[in-house]
T-cell receptor
Framework: DAGVTQSPTHLIKTRGQHVTLRCSPI?????VSWYQQVLGQGPQFIFQ???????GRGNFPDRFSARQFPNYSSELNVNALLLGDSALYLC???????????????FGPGTRLTVT | QKEVEQDPGPLSVPEGAIVSLNCTYS??????FMWYRQYSRKGPELLMY????GNKEDGRFTAQVDKSSKYISLFIRDSQPSDSATYLC???????????FGQGTRLTINP
C-alpha cells in the first residue's frame, strides 16, 4: 500500500515568486496536515484539513494557504516567497481529526524548497 | 521559552550501548507524547506514542512519560548503526489539531 506522496521532491524559486506543493494521503485517510521544517529544527504546524475544510492553522502569515480536494489530496500555496521560506515542507495524513487518532500521523518524504 | 525543549546533540555512542533521549515541556495540558525517527532527507517516522504518564515498551525501544516533572524519555537498548538518525519528540493536546515538536536530537551509533 502506497504511503503519503508529495511532489515535487525539490524546488528552487526566486524571492517574490509563488509556489504550489502537492500531497496525496494514504488511501482511506481523510485528514491532511502540512508542516514546515527548517534545517536543524523540528517541524512546525502550518495547516490541517479534514473533509475539505480547514480544521487548524498555525502561526504563519497569510502568504501561506492550502486547500483539500474531493479525493482528499491537498495543495499548499506560498505567495511572495522570502528567503526564510526555504525549508522542507512535510505533509502528513491521518484517518480523522481530533481525539486519540490524531497521533497516528504518517508523514511523506517532503518537498525541499530553496528560495534564492 | 519553547513549549518543547530537546537537546539537539549531536550524540555519538558505540554499537550496543543504551541510548537515552529526553525532552522537557512547559504545557501541562499535553496528553499524547510521541517519538519520531527521521533519517536524512526523509519524512519523520512514528516510533512510539504514550497517552498520559507511564512506560511503553516495543522491542528495543522504551518510552517513558513523567507528567509531574514534564519530562519524557526514549531509551534504545542494544543500539545498532541503523538507529543512526534524528529523533524528534512531539506532543499533542487532547482534541487539538497540531503536533508540537522538539528540535530533534541527532544520534550516531558507531560500529
Amino acid at each position: 500500500d502506497a504511503g503519503v506522496t508529495q511532489s515535487p521532491t525539490h524546488l528552487i524559486k526566486t524571492r517574490g515568486q509563488h509556489v504550489t506543493l502537492r500531497c496525496s494521503p494514504i488511501s482511506g485517510h481523510k485528514s491532511v496536515s502540512w508542516y514546515q521544517q527548517v534545517l536543524g529544527q523540528g517541524p512546525q504546524f502550518i495547516f490541517q484539513y479534514y473533509e475539505k475544510e480547514e480544521r487548524g492553522r498555525g502561526n504563519f502569515p497569510d502568504r501561506f494557504s492550502a486547500r483539500q480536494f474531493p479525493n482528499y489530496s491537498s495543495e499548499l500555496n506560498v505567495n511572495a516567497l522570502l528567503l526564510g521560506d526555504s525549508a522542507l515542507y512535510l505533509c502528513a495524513s491521518s484517518l480523522r481529526t481530533g481525539g486519540s487518532a490524531q497521533y497516528e500521523q504518517y508523514f511523506g518524504p517532503g518537498t525541499r524548497l530553496t528560495v534564492t | 521559552q519553547k513549549e518543547v525543549e530537546q537537546d539537539p546533540g549531536p550524540l555519538s555512542v558505540p554499537e550496543g550501548a543504551i541510548v537515552s533521549l529526553n525532552c522537557t515541556y512547559s504545557n501541562s495540558a499535553f496528553q499524547y507524547f510521541m517519538w519520531y525517527r527521521q533519517y536524512s532527507r526523509k519524512g519523520p517516522e512514528l516510533l512510539m506514542y504514550t497517552y498520559s504518564s507511564g512506560n511503553k515498551e516495543d522491542g528495543r525501544f522504551t518510552a517513558q512519560v513523567d507528567k509531574s516533572s514534564k519530562y519524557i524519555s526514549l531509551f534504545i537498548r542494544d543500539s545498532q548503526p541503523s538507529d543512526s538518525a534524528t529523533y524528534l519528540c512531539a506532543m499533542l493536546l487532547q482534541g487539538a489539531q497540531k503536533l508540537v515538536f522538539g528540535q530533534g536530537t541527532r544520534l550516531t551509533i558507531n560500529p
